[in-house]
DNA sequence: CTTAGGG
DNA sequence: CCCTAAG
């Protein structure tokens, strides 16, 4: 069982060192620039400074607030269940799979629908929640 | 190859 | 995130 941590609360990755992941997706090094020339650079990297080394997520784990706007703006007007057309809307530049949108989109569900004792959930703005919300119960609908 | 569920 | 199963 897991929670609302964000992927799986072990002390890691059952193997598989971080380097790999990032290494294989391609973009692992940013390079000197690519500020100008970038046609999405959200979703890739935080907005705040891009291009540089800032200390901030690089773009393998932890999900930004950034990423999940977007995915849940995304699943918004696409829906939920194309993570592939998705992918290639907003995400084409950016290093998440189908499968790393689902699971996001997993786990934020799983942590923003019910509620019950708001446990620590990540900060997300109230625009984020509400279209989490309602996202979930379309589709709970839908089912 | 992609979606869907479980660990 | 990774693996497995079904489409």
Redesign the pocket.
């Known amino acids: 069982m ?1 929670y609302a941590s964000d ?2 609360p072990k002390s890691g ?2 193997h ?1 060192s971080r380097v ?2 990032a290494r294989k997706r391609g973009i692992w090094s940013l390079n000197t620039e690519q500020t100008f020339l970038l046609p999405n650079h959200l979703g890739d990297m935080s907005s705040t400074c891009k291009g540089k080394k800032c200390g901030h997520r690089k773009n ?2 932890h999900w930004t607030y950034e990423e999940m706007k977007k995915l849940v703006d995304a699943l918004y007007i696409s829906g939920v ?5 998705l992918k290639h809307e907003n995400f084409s530049r950016s290093v ?5 949108l ?2 996001k989109w997993r786990n934020l569900k799983k942590a923003y629908t019910g509620n019950a004792k708001k446990r620590i959930l990540p900060t997300l703005d109230k625009d984020c929640v509400e279209k989490i919300q309602k996202l979930a119960s379309k589709m709970k609908l839908h089912l």
């Open positions: 897991l992927y799986m990755w059952r598989r790999r992941s393998n784990d269940g194309n993570w592939t057309k998440r799979t189908s499968m790393n689902k699971d």
